[in-house]
Structure formats: structure tokens, C-alpha cells
């Protein structure tokens, strides 16, 4: 019996997070044991270069000794509370000062409650209804957002849930990412129903689809002249592509921002914060209800704080973007020799590729046009030479700054014989 017969035969399909089952490339997902830096350890003991740091949150590469040895210390004073620990208000202070629009935040436990506490508050604040959100952003799995959704629910074609009451997905409208045109009409006609847009500024549960000049200022612009709350689902993006976020690269300051993955470095950790005006609506000082016993863990804090604290250094993300723009532009001109349409896009520590040639991919009806047959052929392929990459087509990929020129030689070297025999 495989490692993966004997999961399912207690946990349901047999995995406790569906983009991991290697549903969107087909055979049995590879059980990992161990990681270090930017390599990890299968259970039956290959050694991977890893492109996936936990779907993010390792932008130190696996085990880091800072991370590590914080956790190992704090765990002897105890694991949790419930009740206020001042590592709570350290790390609050760094996400403030790394993300300026941010004046108060609230820790949660992961990025689904921190994007739909943030709805709940929006619609909590402005005492409307309709939120909008873009086809293929990914933003949890809570009701009113896991309509035409990315990541796992796009890549088991299952993007819009069946459990979602229609009286309830009424009230999300859904509109194509980058379609400024969309954004004006919609907010010509339900101006004064909406109550807030969420929006990954950079689409990273579509594979990596960046905003086309003026999107992101649109939807800022029609927020503001409706009273509507912007909120930058920052999950995946926030600390990846810069110290301060996508908000940071594209100068845009939302009004509320969501958090997850790095926050935690590693450990379950989120947040949501925003205006202090909007975030002193939510319970205690405000009626917008919003709780969790282990909301704030002393442990995940620790390890979110010394992950924050490590990359501050002046060079960090341009050292990162450089890693990730050898890797792409690498892996785009072996494509080329090859005759292979290969499409690539990165930022900090984020990248995308897409097997394409209808274009630039600027929104979901793009990428799901995209070579899906020959990714999953080019996935495999470099799974069989030890590169883990995620397994679908729609996920974004990941690089940490444990990943150096060794590792990036070696992925280039497997694309180029995996690309050669995808070309024979
Ligand atoms: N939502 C995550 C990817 N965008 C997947 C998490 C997981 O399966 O572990």
C-alpha cells in the first residue's frame, strides 16, 4: 500500500489541503519528511530543491537556525494562553512599520479567517452588502469569497463551491482581473451597495498574473468615490514580492490589507489590519464581531517575529528578485532553443511560467487557455530529476534566500533535458 492509499483510508482524500494532492497534475502527491535551506527530503529519502516553501511562507528556506532556535526557547515557557503576551505587540509593531497603510492589526490563526474577518468588518463599517471580488483571486475557502475562485478550488475545477447558499453568493459580484472598464460600470451601477472590493494585487492563485497599469489605481479610485473598502489580500503577496508588500511596489495604500504565510513563519499565523478609523469598529472596541482562542500563539508569533527581523537587510529582495529573474529568464531562453512557449514573470521572491501563446496572460480566462497538458508533462519530468515544483498548473512558485546559484544551475540544467525530451 503507498503512502498516499494509506492517508486516504483516514484522512478524507488524503490530504488535509486539496492543492496538495497532485489533483491538478495527476498521480500520487510525494510524502516530505525533512527540509533544510532550499532543499527538502522525501519519505523515502530523494533529496529536493524545493520551489514551493509551504505554498509561501518560507522565504527562509526550511529549518531556518534564527526561527528554529526562537521557537525551541519560547516552547519551554509554554505554548498558549489566551490571554495578551507582549510578543503579540512586537510583531504587530513590525507589521506596522513594514506596512505604513496598516495602523492596528488582529492576528488570526490563517489567511481564510483573516479575509473573511476583513469582509465581515468592511461590511460591518459601511453597513452594505455586496463585496466584489476578481475571477481566479484566491481568498480562502469562507462562503462569500469562495465564489469563481483560484488556487486549489480552480485547479479541481470546483471553483465556485456547491454548500454556498445562492442567497448568500448573491452578494459577491465577480468581475475579470485587469478589466478597468468592468470596475467603472460595476460601480456606476451598484455604487451605493458595495461594500467593499478584495483583490490580490498581484494574482498569485492563477499562477502569477501581475495588474496591468491603472487597474489597481481604478479600483482605488471607485472604492474612494463609493465609500467602499479596498482590502489588499495580501496573503500570499505581503512580504514576498517587498518588505512592504505589493502596496509598496505599486504605491497604492489600501484600506484594509490581509496577511498569512510569512506573518507566520512557517507556524500558523495571519492577520488583518488596516485604518484605525475602520479597525476600531471591530470587537472589543467596536460591535464587528471576531475571535480566537488561539489567535496571537505565542509560539507562531515567534516565529513570524524573528522571520520579519531577518529580512529587513538593506539587499534582501533585490538578492531575492535576482534569484528569481536568473531562474525565469533561464528557463524562458531554454524554452525558446526548443521552440516552446514559455511564458515567465516574477517579483521578489515570487515567480509564475505558463506554457502560452495566446498572448500575455492578464487574466483567468487567459491562463485557463494556457498548455495545461504540457505543464503537467514538464512538472513530472522535473520531479523525476528531484525539482519540486507546485503541483498545478494555477499556483504561483516560491524561492527563499537559502536558494543560491548552485540550486538555480541545477533547475536549469533538469529544464533544459526535461524541455528537450518534452520537444522529442
Ligand atoms: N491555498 C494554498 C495555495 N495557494 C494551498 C495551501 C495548501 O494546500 O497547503
Given at each position: 500500500m503507498t503512502l498516499f492509499e494509506e492517508a486516504k483510508e483516514v484522512i478524507?482524500?488524503?490530504?488535509?489541503?486539496?492543492?496538495?494532492?497532485?489533483?491538478?497534475v495527476g498521480g500520487d502527491p510525494v510524502f516530505f519528511k525533512s527540509g533544510k535551506g532550499a532543499w527538502i527530503k522525501t519519505e523515502d529519502n530523494r533529496e529536493m530543491i524545493d520551489y514551493v516553501g509551504s505554498w509561501?511562507?518560507?522565504?527562509?528556506?526550511?529549518?531556518?537556525?534564527p526561527v528554529i532556535n526562537a521557537i525551541k526557547e519560547a516552547v519551554n515557557d509554554?505554548?498558549?494562553?489566551?490571554?495578551?503576551?507582549?510578543?503579540?505587540?512586537?510583531?504587530?509593531?513590525?507589521?506596522?512599520?513594514?506596512?505604513?497603510?496598516?495602523?492596528r492589526v488582529r492576528m488570526v490563526s490563517t489567511g481564510t479567517e483573516a479575509t473573511m474577518s476583513a469582509i465581515r468588518l468592511a461590511r460591518g463599517y459601511t453597513k452594505k452588502d455586496i463585496i466584489i471580488k476578481f475571477e481566479g483571486c484566491y481568498h480562502g475557502h469562507s462562503d462569500s469569497?469562495?465564489?469563481?475562485?483560484?488556487?486549489?478550488?480552480?485547479?479541481?475545477?470546483?471553483?465556485?463551491?456547491?454548500?454556498?447558499?445562492?442567497?448568500?453568493?448573491?452578494?459577491?459580484?465577480?468581475?475579470?482581473?485587469?478589466?478597468?472598464?468592468?470596475?467603472?460600470?460595476?460601480?456606476?451601477?451598484?455604487?451605493?451597495?458595495?461594500?467593499?472590493?478584495?483583490?490580490?494585487?498581484?494574482?498569485?492563485?492563477?499562477?502569477?498574473?501581475?495588474?496591468?497599469?491603472?487597474?489597481?489605481?481604478t479600483v482605488k479610485e471607485e472604492c474612494l468615490l463609493s465609500n467602499a473598502v479596498l482590502i489588499f489580500d495580501e496573503v500570499m503577496t505581503g512580504f514576498r514580492v517587498a518588505k512592504g508588500g505589493a502596496q509598496s511596489i505599486y504605491?497604492?495604500?489600501?484600506?484594509?490589507?490581509?496577511?498569512?504565510?510569512?506573518?507566520?513563519?512557517?507556524?500558523?499565523?495571519?492577520?488583518?489590519?488596516?485604518?484605525?478609523?475602520?479597525?476600531?469598529?471591530?470587537?472589543?472596541?467596536?460591535?464587528?464581531?471576531?475571535?480566537?482562542?488561539?489567535?496571537?500563539?505565542?509560539?507562531?508569533?515567534?516565529?513570524?517575529?524573528?522571520?520579519?527581523?531577518?529580512?529587513?537587510?538593506?539587499?534582501?529582495?533585490?538578492?531575492?528578485?535576482?534569484?528569481?529573474?536568473?531562474?525565469?529568464t533561464g528557463m524562458s531562453e531554454i524554452a525558446k532553443k526548443f521552440h516552446l512557449p514559455l511564458e515567465v514573470t516574477h517579483l521578489g521572491g515570487m515567480?509564475?511560467?505558463?506554457?502560452?501563446?495566446?498572448?500575455?496572460?492578464?487574466?483567468?480566462?487567459?491562463?485557463?487557455?494556457?498548455?495545461?497538458?504540457?505543464?503537467?508533462?514538464?512538472?513530472?519530468?522535473?520531479?523525476?530529476?528531484?525539482?519540486?515544483?507546485?503541483?498545478s498548473a494555477f499556483e504561483a512558485g516560491f524561492i527563499s534566500s537559502a536558494h543560491t546559484d548552485k540550486e538555480i544551475n541545477i533547475t536549469l540544467e533538469a529544464t533544459e533535458k526535461v524541455l528537450s525530451s518534452l520537444k522529442s
Open positions: 478524507a482524500g488524503g490530504v488535509n489541503s486539496p492543492a496538495r494532492s497532485f489533483g491538478g509561501g511562507p518560507l522565504i527562509l528556506g526550511h529549518a531556518f537556525p509554554g505554548l498558549s494562553f489566551g490571554a495578551p503576551t507582549t510578543i503579540e505587540t512586537r510583531l504587530a509593531r513590525k507589521v506596522c512599520q513594514f506596512m505604513p497603510s496598516i495602523e469569497l469562495l465564489i469563481k475562485a483560484g488556487s486549489g478550488a480552480l485547479t479541481h475545477g470546483v471553483p465556485s463551491s456547491p454548500g454556498i447558499p445562492s442567497s448568500l453568493a448573491k452578494h459577491t459580484i465577480t468581475l475579470p482581473f485587469n478589466d478597468i472598464e468592468s470596475v467603472i460600470n460595476t460601480f456606476r451601477i451598484m455604487k451605493d451597495k458595495i461594500a467593499c472590493v478584495i483583490i490580490e494585487p498581484i494574482a498569485g492563485n492563477m499562477n502569477m498574473i501581475k495588474p496591468i497599469p491603472g487597474f489597481l489605481e504605491d497604492i495604500k489600501p484600506d484594509i490589507t490581509t496577511l498569512g504565510k510569512i506573518i507566520g513563519g512557517g507556524l500558523p499565523a495571519a492577520a488583518f489590519g488596516g485604518r484605525q478609523e475602520i479597525m476600531s469598529h471591530l470587537a472589543p472596541e467596536g460591535p464587528v464581531y471576531q475571535a480566537g482562542t488561539l489567535s496571537g500563539n505565542p509560539i507562531a508569533m515567534v516565529a513570524g517575529l524573528v522571520t520579519l527581523e531577518s529580512i529587513e537587510g538593506k539587499d534582501f529582495y533585490k538578492s531575492l528578485d535576482l534569484k528569481c529573474s536568473t531562474l525565469m515567480f509564475g511560467f505558463t506554457f502560452n501563446q495566446n498572448g500575455p496572460i492578464k487574466n483567468y480566462n487567459d491562463i485557463i487557455k494556457s498548455d495545461i497538458g504540457l505543464f503537467k508533462r514538464f512538472f513530472h519530468g522535473m520531479l523525476t530529476e528531484n525539482i519540486y515544483l507546485a503541483p
